[in-house]
C-alpha cells in the first residue's frame, strides 16, 4: 500500500560517542522505528529547545500533535500501523511489559548515576560531549541544567530524597543493576532476540538501556567490567548495531579511537600554546591601551617637547654657526 | 538499605529463629490508611503467612514516620526494622525461610521482573488514582491521610503528601497521562498477570511465591475497596482466573482470620470478596 500522506517526523539527539544517538531515550525509538520499518523522517539535532515538545525525543505526527515519552511515541507508531510486536503471542507480550518495568525500576537509576551523577564520568565525558556539540551560549549552562534535572530524577525515582554521588548511592545503584543484567542474561540465553528471530520493543528497550553501558568509555564504572562477562548481551547489542545502525557503527570505530587513543592532551596541545599565546597577547593590548588612554601618554608628550627643545637649541646654535 | 547494612542485618538474623512476637506495623486501619499502603501491607501480611511465620498487626498514625525507609509497611522482629517487601522478603530468606527456593534461574528472572511489573504500574496507578486525581484526592486521599492530626497541621502534611507523589509522577513520565490512560494502563497489567497466571493455581505452579502474594495484596485491596467509583475494581473483575486466584488464596491462608474478625464493614473497605 503506498503511503501518500507526509510522514511522520522523529527528532532525536544527534549521533555520538560511538552510538547512534547519544540519549537512551532516543535509542530507544530509533531502534523500535527502524525494527517496525516505520519510514521516519529523521531530524539529528543538538538542541533540546527546537524540539517540538522542549524535550528529546520527540514524535510530531501531522494529525495527533507531538509526543515525547518513549513509551508514547510506540503507542503512536503502533497505531499507525508499525507494530513490531505483532507476532508475539499473549504471554509474550505479558512477558514483554513485565522485562521493561524491571529495565525502568532496576537498569535506569544505575545508567543515569554512571552517565550524569558520577563525577569523574560527568566531567570527562558527558559534559565534555555535550559542550562541544551543543550550540552557543547553550553549552554553557544547558548540561548542568540537564544534570540537575537528571538528579531529581533519579531522586524520585528511587524515593529518596538524600541521594547524593557517592559510594554508597554507587553501590547500591549498581547492585540492582547487576541483579537486573543478570535476570536479563538469563532470559535471553543463546537466542538471537528475545523473542524468535526478529526483535520486538523489548529488544528495543534492552537496547536502548544497554547500548550505552557498553559502548561509552566510561572512565568510572565498575558496572562495565561486569557486564563485559555477559557476553550474550554483548552479542545482542553488537547485533542490533551492525543489522539496523550500519553506516553509524562504522562512524562510531573511528570516533573513539581518534579521541582517546591517541590521548585528548595530544589533540589539545597545538590549540591549547595558540590560546595560551593569543590570551597573553590580548591582556598585554589591553594593558597598553589602558596605559596609553589614561597615565603613560602625559609622559609620552613630555618627552616629546623635550625633543624639540634640544632640536630648537641645536638649530638656534647652528644658526650662529653658519651666521658666524 | 545499603549494602553494608544489608549484609550486616542478614547476618544477625541468620542467627536468630523467627520470634513470637514480630510485628508488622501500618496506618490506622479504619480511618486513615489508603489503598496503596493497604495493598502493600496486604502482601506482606500474605507472605509472612505463606511462609509460616506468625505476626501481630499493629496500627499506629505514625507508622510512616517510624519507618526506616518511609513506607508503609515495616515489621519489627527481635531487634531488627525492616520495611518494604524486598527487604522483607531477603530478611526472611537469612532466616532460612524462602518461598521461591524451587525456581530455577529463568523462573527466578521472570518472578522478579512480574514484581517489577506489579510495582511499576499497578502501585503507581494507585498513588496516581489516589493523588493526583482532584476528584478522589479531595474527598478521599487527603481527609484520611490527614485525619490523625488536628488543624492546621493536617492540611499542611496532606498537601505536602500529594505535592511530592505529583513531583513523582512528573519524575516518570505519568503526569501527562489521563485518568482513562491510568485504567487503560492497569487492564493491561491485569491482562498482562491474567496471562502469565493462564490456568495454574499460582503463577509458578503448585507453590505460592512471594510473586503471588504481591499480586494478591493488590487485587485484592483493589477489589474490596470503595473508592469514588468502580471503575478501578471493574478492570479487575473483568478477568475471572484472577478473581478466582484471589478467592484461592483468601481462602487458604486467610480463612481462620475472617472467622475470628467478625466486625461489620466499615464505610471504606469491606471485609471480603464479593
Not at chain 2, 18 to 44: G, H, M, R
Amino acid at each position: 500500500m503506498l503511503k501518500m500522506a507526509a510522514p511522520s517526523e522523529l527528532f532525536c539527539w544527534k549521533a555520538g560517542l560511538g552510538l547512534p544517538s547519544v540519549n537512551t531515550d532516543c535509542l530507544i525509538v530509533l531502534a523500535y522505528a527502524r525494527f517496525a520499518g516505520a519510514p521516519l523522517k529523521i531530524h539529528k539535532i543538538s538542541n533540546p529547545w527546537r524540539s517540538p515538545t522542549g524535550s528529546l525525543p520527540a514524535l510530531r505526527t501531522k494529525d495527533e500533535g507531538s509526543c515525547s515519552q518513549p513509551s508514547q511515541i510506540i503507542i503512536q507508531l503502533r497505531k499507525q500501523k508499525y507494530n513490531a510486536d505483532y507476532d508475539l503471542s499473549a504471554k509474550e507480550g505479558a512477558d514483554t511489559l513485565a522485562f521493561i518495568s524491571l529495565l525502568e525500576e532496576r537498569l535506569l537509576p544505575a545508567l543515569i548515576y554512571a552517565l550524569w551523577i558520577d563525577p569523574k564520568n560527568y566531567v570527562e565525558v558527558t559534559r565534555r560531549w555535550h559542550g562541544e556539540n551543543m550550540s552557543f551560549p547553550l553549552n554553557f549552562f544547558l548540561p548542568g541544567c540537564m544534570q540537575n534535572r537528571q538528579l531529581e530524577r533519579l531522586r524520585l525515582i528511587r524515593g529518596n530524597s538524600s541521594l547524593e554521588a557517592g559510594e554508597e548511592a554507587e553501590n547500591e545503584l549498581y547492585h540492582d543493576a547487576l541483579e537486573c543484567l543478570n535476570l536479563l542474561s538469563q532470559r535471553l540465553g543463546s537466542n538471537k532476540f528475545f523473542f524468535g528471530d526478529s526483535p520486538s520493543s523489548l529488544d528495543a528497550y534492552v537496547f536502548g538501556r544497554l547500548a550505552p553501558l557498553i559502548k561509552i568509555r566510561l572512565p568510572n564504572c565498575r558496572l562495565q567490567q561486569n557486564l563485559k562477562n555477559l557476553d550474550n548481551l554483548n552479542t545482542f547489542c553488537c547485533n542490533i548495531l551492525s543489522l539496523y545502525f550500519p553506516s553509524e557503527s562504522k562512524e562510531g570505530v573511528n570516533r573513539p579511537m581518534s579521541s582517546t587513543q591517541q590521548g585528548s592532551e595530544f589533540d589539545n596541545e597545538p590549540y591549547k600554546r595558540r590560546k595560551q599565546l593569543l590570551s597573553v597577547l590580548v591582556a598585554v593590548a589591553a594593558m597598553l591601551s589602558y596605559a596609553l588612554l589614561t597615565g603613560i601618554v602625559a609622559i609620552e608628550h613630555m618627552q616629546e617637547e623635550e625633543h624639540v627643545s634640544p632640536a630648537s637649541l641645536r638649530g638656534s646654535s647652528q644658526d650662529e654657526e653658519e651666521e658666524e | 538499605m545499603s549494602l553494608a547494612a544489608e549484609a550486616f542485618v542478614s547476618q544477625i538474623a541468620a542467627a536468630e529463629p523467627w520470634p513470637e512476637n514480630a510485628t508488622l506495623y501500618q496506618p490506622l486501619k479504619e480511618d486513615q490508611i489508603l489503598l496503596s499502603d493497604s495493598a502493600s501491607s496486604l502482601a506482606v501480611q500474605t507472605f509472612l503467612r505463606m511462609c509460616g511465620l506468625p505476626v501481630l498487626v499493629s496500627c499506629r498514625a505514625n507508622a510512616e514516620y517510624m519507618s526506616p525507609s518511609g513506607k508503609v509497611p515495616f515489621i519489627h522482629v527481635g531487634n531488627q526494622v525492616v520495611s518494604e517487601l524486598g527487604p522483607i522478603v531477603q530478611f526472611t530468606k537469612a532466616k532460612g525461610h524462602s518461598l521461591s527456593d524451587g525456581l530455577d534461574d529463568v523462573q527466578r528472572a521472570e518472578m522478579k521482573a512480574y514484581m517489577e511489573l506489579v510495582n511499576n504500574m499497578l502501585l503507581t496507578a494507585e498513588l496516581y488514582i489516589q493523588w493526583c486525581d482532584d476528584h478522589t484526592a479531595t474527598e478521599i486521599s487527603r481527609p484520611r491521610y490527614s485525619s490523625p492530626y488536628s488543624w492546621p497541621l493536617n492540611h499542611i502534611l496532606a498537601y505536602q503528601k500529594q505535592w511530592e507523589v505529583r513531583r513523582k509522577m512528573n519524575a516518570i513520565g505519568w503526569s501527562g497521562k489521563s485518568l482513562e490512560q491510568v485504567y487503560e494502563d492497569v487492564s493491561q497489567c491485569c491482562q498482562a498477570l491474567s496471562q502469565r497466571l493462564g490456568t495454574q493455581p499460582y503463577f509458578f505452579s503448585k507453590q505460592p511465591t512471594e510473586l503471588d502474594a504481591l499480586v494478591f495484596g493488590h487485587l485484592f485491596t483493589i477489589l474490596t475497596t470503595q473508592l469514588t467509583n468502580d471503575e478501578l475494581a471493574e478492570k479487575v473483575k473483568s478477568y475471572t482466573n484472577l478473581l478466582s486466584f484471589c478467592h484461592r488464596i483468601e481462602q487458604t491462608y486467610f480463612k481462620e482470620h475472617e472467622r475470628e474478625s467478625q466486625s461489620g464493614s466499615s464505610r471504606h473497605s469491606k471485609g471480603s470478596l464479593p
